[in-house]
Every structure is written in structure tokens, then in C-alpha cells.
């Protein structure tokens, strides 16, 4: 049988397995699901488990190993797309239908050709979920910054200002969430208190999840 390597409870209805980039195994179940039926949906689960799993453990590109080739795949938003280098197109880059195009006159500064295109999107998306979150949980932050912070994924100001790395952009939707809670968080303790974590586990109660994807995959998350 599988190992689980943590369990989520939330009040969820259903049960959902999640195979982390390690291969990590993480269970999100309803709150009052025993451990016996969790542990028996692992076991019938057991060899799309493995399949995921070694899927999940080949090593992705991480910051300067591109190469910037046709085929060449590079995250959006948690998914990775495909590059194709194409002649004749007068943006640098553009995004269509799930592939990447780099102009070929381009591809001599492909790397920051990305960068821009990554920040631009950054600079595009992200705020607007600031606002929804904050919007949803009751908080009102001041400015919303997009920044090039390598170390850091996003900081809250003593003014309340909302800092985001562009990087984000290409980490997976429910990661990108909690970065943003957790500085939303910042706007009423500005520590990492026991409190401060007891109000993100309110506002997102599978935020583990999430902080422990960044550990695991934060690497991978530059261009």
C-alpha cells in the first residue's frame, strides 16, 4: 500500500489524492472520513499512485537550464506548455492555444524575452486576485507592487502595501492563493506568531499543502 505522507482535512465532500513534485502523497478528505476508509481508497488507488509518482520524480528544469528548443516545455500557471520558435511574427513571444511561440529573431535573447512576458502577465493577473481574495476575506490592502524578489514570494508593508514576485505567475493556481493570503494575513499580524498561522489555517485550512509544494518545486519557478 502507499505511504501517505499527510493527510488534509477540510469540509470538503469528497476525496482527492495529490501527488506532490516529489511524489509526495497528500490526502485532502472530508472532516469526519475515518482513517480506515482514507487508507483503503489508497490501496485501490495503489497503481495509479505508483504511475503518478514516478511521473511526478523525474527532475524538472530548474532556474538556467533552458535551452529554449522547439518542444522545450515551461510553466504557466502550474501547466507546462510547449515552445515553438516560429518565423515571420512580429511579437517577441505569444501564447496561444496552450504553446509558446518565440520569434526566431528573438530567440538570441530568449530569456528575456520570457522574463518580460512572464512579468507582464504578473503584472496583469495578479493583482486582480489580490482584490477578489481580499475582497472575500474582509481585508483592504494598499498598493499592489510586482517585483523581481528571487527569495521572496510576496511581502505585506507596515503601510499595507501587497508585494509580489512575478515568479508566481508560474506556479499552479491554489499555490499562488496561498502566497496571497499569507501577506493578506500580514495586514493584521505582521508576524509569523502562532496566531498568524492559526488565522491562514482559517482562512485556507489546507495551506500546508500549498507551503510545502513551494518548498518542494520554489526552485523551479524561474526562467
Not at 21 to 41: F, N, S
Not at 65 to 92: C, S, W
Request: charged residues 25%; proline residues 5%; positive net charge.
Amino acid at each position: 500500500m502507499p505511504e501517505i505522507d499527510q493527510i488534509v482535512r477540510s469540509k470538503r465532500k469528497t476525496i482527492a489524492l495529490v501527488i506532490q513534485r516529489d511524489g509526495a502523497l497528500i490526502v485532502r478528505a472530508p472532516l469526519r472520513m475515518p482513517e480506515k476508509a482514507i487508507r483503503e481508497m489508497v490501496a485501490q488507488k495503489a497503481e495509479w499512485i505508483a504511475r503518478a509518482q514516478a511521473k511526478m520524480r523525474a527532475n524538472p528544469p530548474i532556474a538556467g537550464t533552458y535551452k529554449f528548443i522547439d518542444g522545450e516545455k515551461f510553466l504557466l500557471m502550474g501547466a507546462r506548455h510547449p515552445l515553438k520558435i516560429v518565423k515571420n511574427q512580429r511579437a517577441n513571444l505569444t501564447f496561444e492555444a496552450g504553446t509558446i511561440f518565440l520569434a526566431e529573431k528573438a530567440h538570441p535573447r530568449a530569456r528575456e524575452a520570457f522574463t518580460l512576458w512572464y512579468r507582464k502577465l504578473a503584472a496583469t493577473l495578479l493583482p486582480g486576485r489580490v482584490e477578489a481574495l481580499a475582497r472575500k476575506h474582509g481585508f483592504k490592502p494598499g498598493k499592489i507592487r510586482i517585483t523581481s524578489a528571487r527569495t521572496r514570494w510576496g511581502s505585506c508593508s507596515s503601510t499595507g502595501t501587497i508585494s509580489l514576485t512575478w515568479r508566481l505567475i508560474m506556479a499552479p493556481p491554489e499555490v499562488i492563493d496561498y502566497v496571497i493570503i499569507h501577506e493578506l494575513a500580514h495586514l493584521d499580524i505582521k508576524n509569523h506568531s502562532k496566531t498568524f498561522w492559526q488565522a491562514v489555517a482559517v482562512l485556507l485550512p489546507e495551506y500546508k499543502t500549498h507551503l510545502a509544494w513551494l518548498k518542494n518545486n520554489g526552485q523551479t519557478l524561474d526562467i
